[in-house]
Nanobody, 123 residues
Framework: QVQLEESGGGLVQTGGSLILSCVVS????????IGWFRQAPEKEREFVCA???????YYADSVKDRFAISRDNAKNTVYLQMDNLKPDDAAIYYC?????????????????WGQGTQVTVSS
């Protein structure tokens, strides 16, 4: 059973930065695609970005050039560097995992989920 645990959320001012971490345990880290999603109040969960074992990282247009995903395979950890944060980025951020080849951008494609970490951006 793969387990994921996010950390690093918090309160930041508009234009600020945060780094989220997702520690993955219980499975073959290298063979899993790890995605970040976010969900704001009364909105659907949306794709942010993903790190694939087989492809280059890919991003939602809304975060491209501001967010960066990276993996530390030695620590079974995926990071989400978020720069130039905007109020619209405020949400609960979740990491999720799925095995397979290709691009995975919808929540239903992912098998395992973390509990989420809150990101708040003050204007």
């Amino acid at each position: 059973q793969v387990q994921l645990e996010e950390s690093g959320g918090g309160l930041v001012q508009t234009g600020g930065s945060l780094i989220l971490s997702c520690v993955v345990s219980g499975g073959a880290f290298l063979s899993h695609n790890i995605g970040w999603f976010r969900q704001a109040p009364e909105k659907e969960r949306e794709f942010v970005c993903a790190s694939s074992w087989s492809l280059n990282p890919y991003y939602a247009d809304s975060v491209k050039d501001r967010f960066a995903i990276s993996r530390d395979n030695a620590k079974n950890t995926v990071y989400l560097q978020m720069d130039n944060l905007k109020p619209d980025d405020a949400a609960i951020y979740y990491c999720a995992a799925v095995r397979g080849f290709g691009r995975f951008i919808t929540p239903r494609e992912y098998t395992y989920w973390g509990q989420g970490t809150q990101v708040t951006v003050s204007s």
